[in-house]
């Protein structure tokens, strides 16, 4: 009994010093220093609030791009699919021109004269060989025309046909292949000049004009004439339409001292039969429903027959001031 | 933060002693400007947060449980503080003026001091609620975020027993003229000393 009284005294003395040491620390006191505390919320309020308006930015930001994670996988995979596709190599066909191969009796009544007579055969290359077919000795001519199309052949084909004595005709297509990327050949039929023409003369522009449309294969003439009050006025001679042998497309834009010419040339193939039996009138809505371009005057569409065939110009004139 | 400062040092004011010496016997064994560290960022993320807390009636308890949060995570940083110089703060906000003594402390607070470093985060921060704060066991149940009133209970009672006993060691030895933890050198009479205030004081 004596041993478990001497013990509650021991704990009761230990609660004590407990107490004591814990009523110490309670009778601190801090009050003074809350009015310090209180003025330093408030600076300390508007520097989180400016803190906040940075975050809420960053973490507009940062949900935008979780929410549209998806979508942004998407975009990156259908760029980088649109990317391959472009660089995939294609196989183009490309006609170098066409060869008619014609065969005629040796003993012609003067056809070489009269072939070589031809005005579109001073751009051929021709080649002859002497055979022997049944016992009588005929001449095989192989004329070879680059950059022509094959209407045209068709054409010079039925004018060697009118001048009689041949025996076989037949036209080959020239053509060889091409492997580039899809978004080269997307752009192979179409291409840009630009002419910075200030200081040039119109001789000048003129030159430095056709030589760049040759070097694409086109042949066409221009004409530059400067008006009294400076601007130049171009005129397109001869569109070289004939000399096109696959739909090819441009945009030429010459910059001048103060003004900029843009002329635009969109080829395309038509079939022939397209315009027959038709009148101009009807051409010309053909024309305009075609290029979606109702607004195109009655002279702004220019058409011309000739021996049946019909040749339609679209010819728009376009100044812009800068 | 739609409600204004003003609110927020009307409602802390009254709660602002007690908060302070909670917070400072909760970081007993560090410096003053750790524990300043502490309190700083305490009364920033309430600042931050006040717009959330919807009964005003309960703002004692909730900025108490900021400060217990605030002490977790501030202890775990503590330790990696002494192998890495990390930036622990999130706010630009300017220092919070010096609220702690820098004097040297009475006797009895270091004896209290030492007893609370041998305390869990969980044991000090319930037994300085329930003992300094004045929180009910309930209370202090919502602010340790815990399920049972057993637990924290429990808790107190282990606190209570691990501080007597560390207090009493220390009155022992100081009675004795010796600091039980200045020389733990290995000396056998040291360790046989602390051996026997173990085994006086259970039982």
Known sequence: MQKSGQNDKMNTDKNKSLEHRFSEVKQEDYSSTFPEVENW???????????????????????????????????????????????????QTESAGQVITLVVPKDNSGFEAKMYALPWMKDAQVTQNDNVNNGSTQVLYRIVLQNTSKEQVMDYSRELESLGDIVTIQITPMNYDVKRPLYSAALNNFFRIDIDATGMSDEELQNELESKLKEQGIDMNFKFKTGPEGRRDLTVENSGLDSIKEPRSFELNIEDDNSREKVKLLTQKVDPKKFEGKTDAEIRDMVRKDNGKPELTDDEIKITRENGKVKVNIEVNKTNKK | MSRNTAEFTELLKPHYNDAVKYSRALCATWSADDAEDVLQQSFLLALENFHNLKDTTKFRSWFFKIITTTFYTAIRKHFWKKFLPIDDSRYNAPDMPEVFDRAEQTESRIVLNKALSVLSAKERSAILLYEIAGFSIEEIVTIQKENSLSAVKSRLSRARKKLKKQITQQEHFSGRGDDPYGDLNGDLENETLNLIAEIRSER
Do not use: G
């Not at chain 1, 408030?42 to 994670?69: C, G, P, Q, T, V």
């Open chain 1, 41 to 91: 919320l408030y600076k300390a309020n508007i520097s989180l609030a400016n803190d906040k308006l940075k975050e809420r930015k960053l973490h507009r930001m940062k949900n935008f791009f979780f929410a549209n994670k998806l979508r942004l996988v998407y975009t990156i995979i259908a760029f980088i699919a649109v990317v391959a596709a472009c660089n995939m190599p294609v196989t």
